[in-house]
């Protein structure tokens, strides 16, 4: 509800700019207040756009676990964690809502399948330790669509913060673990 109140603030502010602008421009051009305020207008947008995108989680280099098809699917699961966080942030209704998880948890129970698939015919010697920890992550997501179904929006609050930290934690954690062994496992 807090953000519904804070984007109805932004709202009505940049309205009474504009209105502020049209008026300010009956006392001709040459009057410096539209100008300043044309400015501030300009500068909303660009703070509005900085502050946003403080909340999107970017692939870095750094993220690399060394194996070109996990790592494309990591680049994957971020995508769909900002898609997830976007449909959330901006209630975009539960239809998209609930596809924007059901789309995430998919592909992240894929990925998981795929990447044990890989560990286990590289014969990684930590694989039943990363599968617990895959098992472990699916409950827990598992746990928040069937609150999401039994109480709607509110419940995915954290859930998207959640999910980013646990990929970002797990990407360079565990997943980093793997990589050296699964490149000396692969011939050149």
């Known amino acids: 509800m807090k953000k519904n109140i804070n984007a109805l603030v932004l709202a009505a502010i940049i309205g009474l700019l504009i209105v502020a602008v049209g008026l300010g421009f009956l006392f001709g051009p040459a009057n410096p207040v539209p100008w300043i305020l044309i400015g501030v ?3 909303i ?3 509005y756009r900085w502050v946003s995108s403080k909340d999107r989680v970017e692939w870095k280099d750094f993220y690399t676990v060394g194996v070109d098809v996990l790592d494309d ?5 971020i995508e769909l964690i900002n ?3 976007t ?3 901006y209630h975009t ?4 809502e609930l596809e924007a998880l059901n789309e995430l ?3 992240t129970k894929y990925h998981f399948e795929r990447e044990e698939k890989m560990m286990e015919a590289a014969g990684y010697p930590d694989l039943e330790a990363h599968k617990a920890i895959h098992r472990s992550m699916i409950s827990k997501v598992g746990e928040f669509q069937k609150e999401y179904q039994q109480t709607g929006h509110e419940a995915l609050d954290g859930v998207a913060s959640f999910l980013s930290e646990w990929l970002i934690d797990h990407i360079n954690g565990t997943d980093k673990k793997y990589g050296p062994f699964m490149k000396k496992q692969t011939p050149a």
């Open 93 to 96: 209704g539960e239809e998209f």
């Open 45 to 47: 947008v660009f703070i």
């Open 73 to 77: 699917d990591h680049k994957r699961l």
């Open 87 to 89: 449909a959330y942030k």
């Open 83 to 85: 898609r997830f966080k």
């Open 41 to 43: 207008l300009i500068a």
């Open 105 to 107: 948890v998919d592909y």
